[in-house]
């Protein structure tokens, strides 16, 4: 007679120390935290060697700070027996021959699932070259979108989306952590919705997804937005492929796509004005952050007045290229400051990789919205250059005369 089998959390625990023993330990996240401290969001484990011996190197993720800790192997394992289901409803286990995922439902009952490994060997090394916050959980759809191989390598020609992939998560990282406990945070009693507006193959919003669900610990449903079909098959089949049910694809441009409630905003590379109706898109459903990457700025361009002592340099077509970027991003920088975000423009990766590089956040403040003193900054810069017309100033009624 064969005997019962364990538990989930007991199989679980079990799998994780043979893991580790056996030297194929990739990686160990804690999540969906139930401990005293309302800070904590996470809790990262990886092995590493130092002085010749193994150990676990424990982060505690917290809103602000993390704490880091190296324990030896045998009493870090002792260390996790009393955290999971107590501390800790969520975990996943990282090896290169599979992943195995506990999870607990609204009722308390644990769930183990068992899905393909990461392929990529553990790396104990304590100083890495590089820190990336996606974890190893993310190698499946990086290698089913066709950026990496079975064994984690990126593919030929793919280094630069596969930096500007780590680079996004790196800038919506940074932005979710400056907002924890702020009035205008992101929500805490549902999950937080997201938006990818035309989305295009969907690297993006993958990461979206695995950021929330396994840097920053919090649900998450996140929705990408593509006018073509083909596309939308192909990305929702990834997620469907690769078990992410709170991700999803529809067809629908940016104006119409269906969007019942909107808490992060993303639109990278939206052509020209279509990146003005993803910010109207945002502001008007009174979204906490939105991320855009603009392209092909043409509204202004043809209209555009030199000011005294441009006139002859902006006869040049590449001067008048330029300028009319910088005209209509710091124009839409301005509005969104009128309408109650805090924005900040930036490189978003070096032009080495790709010439649309700039970047434009904005987090919604607590503070007052649409002062006349935000009025006049609009005001200026747009009698500055002639501007009577601009969509993003039409989508959000703000006359600029």
């Not at 929500?187 to 997804?209: I, N, Q, S, W």
């Not at 900054?377 to 993003?392: K, Q």
Request: aromatic residues 6%.
């Amino acid at each position: 007679m064969s005997p019962d089998p364990l538990p989930p959390p007991e199989a679980f625990l079990a799998a994780v120390a043979a893991a580790a023993r056996e030297g194929r330990l990739v990686k160990l996240t804690l999540g969906k935290p139930r401990g005293v401290d309302p800070t904590l969001r996470q809790l990262l484990v990886r092995p590493v060697r130092l002085r010749g011996a193994d150990q676990l190197t424990f982060v505690w993720r917290h809103e602000r700070r993390d704490v880091t800790k190296n324990l030896p192997l045998a009493e870090g394992l002792r260390r996790l027996a009393p955290l999971v289901g107590a501390e800790f409803h969520s975990g996943h286990l990282f090896t290169p021959e599979f992943v195995l995922q506990l999870e607990y439902n609204r009722r308390g009952a644990p769930r183990l699932t068992r899905g393909p490994g990461t392929g990529a060997p553990p790396d104990t090394a304590h100083d890495r070259a590089k820190r990336r916050l996606l974890p190893a959980a993310s190698q499946d759809w990086l290698q089913r979108l066709g950026v990496t191989t079975p064994s984690g390598a990126v593919r030929e020609g793919l280094a630069d989306k596969h930096r500007q992939i780590h680079r996004f998560v790196e800038i919506l990282h940074h932005l979710v952590s400056a907002g924890a406990g702020a009035a205008d945070a992101l929500p805490t009693h549902r999950p937080v919705e997201v938006a990818d507006m035309g989305c295009g193959k969907g690297y993006l919003t993958f990461a979206a997804h695995d950021y929330f669900r396994h840097v920053a610990g919090r649900p998450a449903r996140v929705r990408g937005i593509e006018a073509r079909p083909d596309l939308v098959a192909q990305c929702q089949q990834a997620a469907a492929e690769t078990g992410r049910d709170q991700l999803t694809f529809a067809e629908g441009t940016i104006a119409s796509a269906s969007l019942p409630a909107l808490d992060v905003l993303v639109a990278l590379h939206a052509c020209d004005t279509a990146t003005d109706d993803a910010l109207a898109r945002g502001v008007q459903a009174g979204a906490a952050l939105l991320l855009v990457a603009p392209c092909c700025q043409h509204e202004l361009r043809a209209g555009l007045q030199a000011p005294p002592g441009l006139g002859a340099a902006l006869r040049h077509g590449i001067f008048q290229e330029r300028h009319a970027e910088f005209v209509t991003d710091a124009l839409r920088a301005l509005l969104l400051e009128w309408a109650g975000y805090d924005t900040k423009v930036f490189e978003f990766i070096s032009t080495e990789h790709t010439a649309k590089n700039l970047m434009i956040t904005a987090r919604r403040r607590s503070g007052p919205a649409r002062t006349e003193a935000a009025a006049q900054d609009v005001r200026a810069l747009a009698s500055a250059y002639g501007i009577r017309t601009h969509t993003l100033a039409r989508h959000l009624t703000f006359p600029l005369a």
